[in-house]
């Protein structure tokens, strides 16, 4: 009854009444779009325990010794910081959200390959992240081992190892299943006249990434259940004292958690290469370039694990060949940190919050990334392997790099998913706070690194204390910044004003339907343009 | 409104279908190459152990279970020709084959295992703890790899079990046959991981 060229009655994806009502219709939902939602809603809140968990730290870290909490606790706050960031914000982050809500409409179809696999994955997601609370309270303890669980310690510590690596495990599947959703969808479910190169960048960005969440995430599953086995049948596969590698957990759990990063960092490089070009008003610079330079990203970052452990007792024949490989991943990175700056040149710029936020992306990304060349150097990593140093270096790129694309995101695409606006005036405020209190945070954190200060100790000589009280200053100005972005954010989806449906004079196809969306996306046939980004 | 939620659950599409289970396969073989790659490293230091402890694997109930997964790949196979031609009668029979062989096979791997604990060799008895190093990494690994493996035998059987209900409802028939499809190329996954391990295990005497 209803053909491809009939033109149904709109109504939002937010308003539509399917076969459940109420928080079933959430629950159960397999619209690309409320998923979305269903995983930034959960994301955001242990993206806020993870900053409150951080919060924490940086008031210990205050005075040296005990300030408000003794060394063990610390340990355990440190480690539920990286698994509760890691695991369940920054890796399923981008992908899962603004992955889950544009990636069908970018290449015009309606939802993605596998909805019900979709809606499994959140399922799986919620499952996961309960096991990782539970990991938190039951009677064993709180993990003490860091994120990176690494043997002898993981293997023999008293406290929920064997909980929070299943629950990791299970974080897996959600990811692996994401990625292999995305991966049939960019095959099978272009629209027709959308060839690999019609798409936008995005996709091209998620399609890369979805490739290393396949292929990597199954090497962490096997290592962790290795983990658990040498911890419930003392085996020996890493523990010394039984005969066992504690290079080998180390290799195996690298070679998994460096092509994470890039799973963290390819969406959030896809997002600013979205908003570049529309707050230029101006066609990206170098298309093919940074599509394939996605593609040799994922590539080459299987092949970098190495560099985080140079100290660890490696040949130098391992290391020299790490490095070089570390360098050459960093190409195609800056290939497109130069293809957006040269995309800004004789742009017709509109200063908006979300071009505000890609800016402030490339500055710290720059920094983050340059610090990683040090870190990649082995003669120069010797002195800061395990240090402040890094620290500072991965919160740069993870946080300067993947958080503020998030926010980048958010403010860009926030009045497409809601249908409204919000301040922007208080959101530029909100930036500027952002950005004063996330380099105070992190800066000192590279100047202490250099000169000795460990990381992951509660306890430090008198002479890092200025610095620390700084950083912890600046933890605290971020903390403000971004609850006042948070705040904007939620006051203007709820009762923002109507957005229309092209408020930035975008060029791909989500500015070409109504904001919201309807169920479907696009109630008539989109029309598919050669080149995705023609600003004329 | 109802037109609109039919509409989307009607899409099928069998190519993503079938690209969606080889991208799944592809995650299987990394999951157990990590775990070979771990039998290797620990294989070149211990050569002697690991050839000593192989030699109380009994080569030729591993040749047989090697045997009944090859059969069981070629019915599950034949299935999948008899959906093809319509003949649905054949296709549960050999579907049936199939899940015979696979029963036999955990049958097999319950004697096996069963006369390891038999023995108080199993993951974390007192035995164990007393072997050598190599001796007991190569029985972890053992007990590892082959449990491992006969997990996702039970998967494969749940997906043909569930195979097999939908060519006996007609769901699955000569006009969409995917699932079936689907169904046998794990089955020819879990085939295929035997294939490795048996060799690794049994044959390095």
């Not at chain 1, 998923?35 to 809140?45: D, E, N, V």
């Not at chain 1, 069908?104 to 993605?112: E, L, R, Y």
């Not at chain 1, 960048?201 to 290592?223: C, D, E, H, M, R």
């Not at chain 1, 958010?410 to 922007?424: A, D, E, Q, T, V």
Request: with cysteine; hydrophobic share 50%; glycine share 8%.
């Amino acid at each position: 009854m209803s053909n491809g060229t009939q033109k149904n009655e709109y109504v939002s994806y937010l308003d539509y009444q399917g076969k459940y009502k109420g928080i079933m219709s959430w629950i159960m939902a397999t619209d690309h779009k409320r998923i979305c939602l269903l995983y930034m809603y959960t994301i955001m809140s242990f993206f806020f325990i993870g900053v409150l968990l951080g919060i924490m730290m940086k008031l210990e870290m205050i005075t040296p010794g005990k300030t408000i909490m003794n060394a063990k606790m610390y340990n355990s706050v440190f480690t539920l910081h990286g698994i509760l960031m890691i695991f369940m914000v920054v890796i399923p982050g981008l992908s899962a959200v603004f992955g889950n809500f544009f990636l069908p409409i970018h290449i015009g179809a309606k939802d993605v390959a596998f909805p019900k696999l979709n809606r499994f994955s959140w399922w799986i997601f919620v499952v996961g992240s309960i096991m990782a609370i539970l990991s938190q309270v039951l009677k064993d303890g709180p993990p003490d081992t860091g994120w990176t669980f690494y043997a002898p310690y993981s293997t023999s510590t008293s406290s929920n190892v064997v909980m929070a690596t299943a629950a990791a495990f299970v974080l897996g599947f959600s990811s692996i299943l994401t990625g292999l959703n995305f991966i049939v969808t960019i095959h099978q479910m272009r629209a027709p006249g959308m060839k690999f190169f019609n798409m936008p960048l995005f996709p091209w960005s998620l399609y890369a990434t979805a490739w290393i969440q396949l292929l990597a995430t199954p090497v962490i599953g096997i290592t962790l259940l290795m983990l658990i086995a040498e911890r419930a049948f003392k085996i020996g596969f890493f523990d010394p004292a039984l005969g066992g590698d504690p290079l080998l957990f180390q290799h195996l759990f690298w070679i998994y958690s460096h092509p994470a990063v890039y799973v963290m960092m390819l969406p959030a490089m896809g997002v600013i290469t979205e908003i570049i070009p529309t707050f230029c008003q101006r066609q990206i610079y170098g298309y093919k370039a940074i599509a394939i330079s996605s593609l040799a990203i994922a590539g080459v970052g299987f092949l970098v694990w190495g560099h985080h452990m140079y100290t660890s007792g490696m040949s130098d024949t391992a290391r020299w060949f790490f490095s070089l490989l570390t360098f050459i991943v960093a190409v195609p990175s800056a290939i497109k940190v130069f293809n957006w700056i040269t995309t800004m040149y004789k742009g017709s710029i509109d200063v908006k919050p979300p071009f505000l936020y890609a800016l402030v992306y490339i500055f710290l990304f720059i920094i983050g990334g340059t610090t990683g060349l040090l870190l990649g150097s082995v003669a120069t990593d010797v002195q800061v392997h395990d240090t402040a140093f890094v620290v500072a270096h991965f919160h740069y790129i993870i946080f300067g790099g993947m958080g503020f694309a998030f926010f980048a995101a958010i403010h860009y695409w926030l009045p497409k998913m809601y249908g409204r606006m919000y301040n922007f005036k208080i959101a530029n405020i909100a930036l500027v706070i952002n950005f004063i209190g996330f380099n105070m945070l992190y800066f000192p954190q590279f100047i202490i690194g250099v000169q000795g200060m460990p990381r992951r100790y509660f306890d430090y000589p008198a002479q890092f204390q200025p610095a620390q009280i700084t950083s912890s200053i600046g933890g605290f100005i971020l903390l403000a910044g971004l609850i006042l972005m948070i705040t904007n954010l939620v006051k203007g989806a709820r009762s923002g004003a109507p957005a229309p449906a092209n408020p930035w004079n975008g060029s791909t196809l989500e500015w070409q339907i109504p904001s919201p969306p309807s169920l479907e996306n696009f109630d008539e046939e989109p029309v598919i343009k050669s080149n995705p980004y023609d600003y004329k | 409104m109802v037109e609109h939620t039919a509409h989307i659950e009607e899409h099928r599409d069998d190519e993503a279908s079938k690209l969606g289970m080889w991208l799944f396969i592809f995650t299987e073989l990394l999951l157990f190459g990590g775990l070979f790659l771990v039998y290797s490293v620990f294989r070149m230091q211990y050569p002697v152990s690991f050839h000593e402890s192989s030699l109380e694997l009994s080569v030729a109930i591993g040749a047989i279970n090697t045997v009944i997964l090859l059969v069981s790949s070629m019915t599950v196979a034949m299935a999948l020709t008899a959906i093809q031609k319509n003949n649905t009668k054949h296709a549960l029979i050999f579907i049936g084959i199939t899940l015979f062989c696979a029963a036999v096979f955990l049958f097999n791997k319950y004697l096996e295992w069963g006369a390891k604990f038999h023995h108080g060799l199993y993951p974390g008895s007192e035995l164990m703890q007393l072997l050598d190093r190599g001796h007991h990494l190569y029985f972890s690994l053992y007990f590892f790899m082959t449990g491992l493996h006969a997990l996702h035998i039970v998967i494969g059987m749940t997906l043909l079990f569930v195979c097999y209900f939908k060519v006996k409802n007609k769901s699955i028939n000569n006009k969409d046959y995917v699932l079936l499809e689907n169904g046998a190329l794990y089955w020819h996954l879990v085939d295929l991981i035997w294939i490795f391990v048996f060799p690794l295990l049994y044959l390095i005497s």
